[in-house]
């Protein structure tokens, strides 16, 4: 995780730290949240991981004005104050935040509650990185006092807490509150709202709540595929797009996959909202590059068509490994390769749409030019995009260039 904001005038708040815990004492919104630290992190600039608890006792939480940290995203309903934290991430461990029981509007579910952490991204769109308000929900649970946990990998110069703003479906005809299915194709694809089970500590009792905005999507005859879909409605995509197509993009990523003897998950989330560019991962809040982030903008069909499995391909570059070799995902003056090689499987997955006319300068620029720490990964890499097939020898050394390692 990496963080970029910068505050001269934050104001640190009264704090306790005991063992690997650090409590804010303080009166106000965050009073009462607590962040445990696993038994060894890793401070920013530091060289070699630390004891959470002989950091406990030294990290700064102070709250932030809101006129001191970037514009949340629209629809956000913030709960708490804006806080940062000294920069600080779990080293083979989460960090878990827990907070009491905040004020929830009647028909809302506490569950749902979402803490933003303002990070690095890898970006589709803008020429490489880009910093946003990340959503992690990662094994949010309840407590019998009411009490809301959930884990992270890392904290830094922005955070708060708030719940997300969800499009009313109750009246929509294109709702799924029950499961569908739809032939798209070659494959059929069925859709099912997704059932979140909320603890009532009372009784106590499990109460199934469905969430409409959710769907559970899979491909008929294929047990091992499934995509979790959040907020599909809320897309602008013009012309107008349904769910089962976008699944069926997502599904056919993995015989491109399979034709570069990549490795992938089959099991993954798509989530659309709003945000600055075309689609995301990232590794922030344990998502691991699982979870594709697609804006939600009135954005041409065949763009976003390329840009899921774009991002698809970035999960695929980090889930190829060769022991005793670092991926390079992440590292500095290589994105003109990520970017490049993400973007011509655009191509490669659906050649029809060139895709890549949305989004190059014209003219292109000559990579050795602009150089490989191009600015513009994606533009640089331009040059190559009229190559021989995968069979021919330029082909094969971009299957090898799909996942570099160091």
């Keep these: 995780m990496d963080f970029s904001l910068q505050v001269a005038n934050s104001t640190p708040i009264a704090v306790q730290a005991v063992d690997r815990q650090i409590s804010v004492t303080e009166s106000g919104s965050l009073q009462g949240l607590t962040i445990s630290l696993p ?3 890793e401070l920013k600039g530091a060289v070699q991981p ?22 949340p995203p629209e629809g956000v309903q913030v709960l708490t104050d804006f806080f940062k934290v000294t920069p600080v991430r779990g080293n083979n461990g989460n960090i878990t935040i827990s907070f009491p029981k905040l004020n929830v509007p009647e028909d809302r579910y506490s569950f749902k509650m979402v803490l933003y952490v303002y990070t690095k991204i890898i970006s589709n769109g803008t020429g490489g990185h880009q910093y946003v308000w990340n959503p992690t929900q990662y094994k949010l649970e309840t407590l019998d006092d009411g009490t809301v946990t959930m884990k992270t990998h890392g904290l830094g110069d922005a955070c708060f807490i708030g719940l997300p703003q969800f499009k009313d479906t109750s009246n929509d005809q294109t709702s799924r509150s029950d499961a569908t299915n739809q032939a798209v194709g070659d494959v059929t694809v069925n859709c099912r709202t997704k059932i979140y089970l909320n603890v009532i500590p009372v009784f106590p009792y499990v109460l199934p709540v469905p969430w409409p905005s959710h769907q559970v999507c899979t491909v008929e005859g294929d047990s091992d595929f499934e995509l979790l879909v959040k907020n599909f409605n809320d897309n602008n995509w013009t012309p107008e797009t349904s769910i089962e197509e976008l699944v069926s993009w997502v599904y056919q990523a993995p015989d491109g996959f399979d034709d570069l003897d990549l490795s992938y998950d089959s099991k993954l989330e798509a989530q659309i909202h709003e945000i600055d560019s075309l689609g995301y991962v990232t590794t922030a809040d344990d998502e691991n590059y699982g979870v594709l982030h697609l804006s939600d903008s009135n954005n041409n069909k065949n763009l976003m068509q390329a840009t899921s ?34 973007q011509w499987f655009e191509d490669y997955l659906f050649d029809d749409i060139d895709s890549y006319i949305f989004t190059e300068r014209n003219p292109l620029y000559v990579i050795m030019d602009v150089g490989f720490n191009s600015p513009h990964p994606e533009n640089a890499f331009g040059t190559n ?9 330029c082909g094969s050394l971009l299957r090898v260039s799909a996942v570099a390692f160091f």
């Design 39 to 41: 038994p060894l992190v």
């Design 50 to 71: 630390v004891s959470g608890e002989s950091v406990a006792g030294e990290l700064e939480i102070a709250t932030l004005g809101a006129d001191q940290v970037p514009t």
């Design 309 to 342: 499995v774009h991002e698809y391909f970035h999960q695929a570059q980090n889930r190829t490994k060769v022991a005793g070799l670092t991926n390079i995902l992440g590292l500095p003056d290589t994105l003109w390769l990520t970017e490049g090689t993400a």
């Design 385 to 393: 995009k009229k190559v021989p097939t995968p069979d021919l020898p």
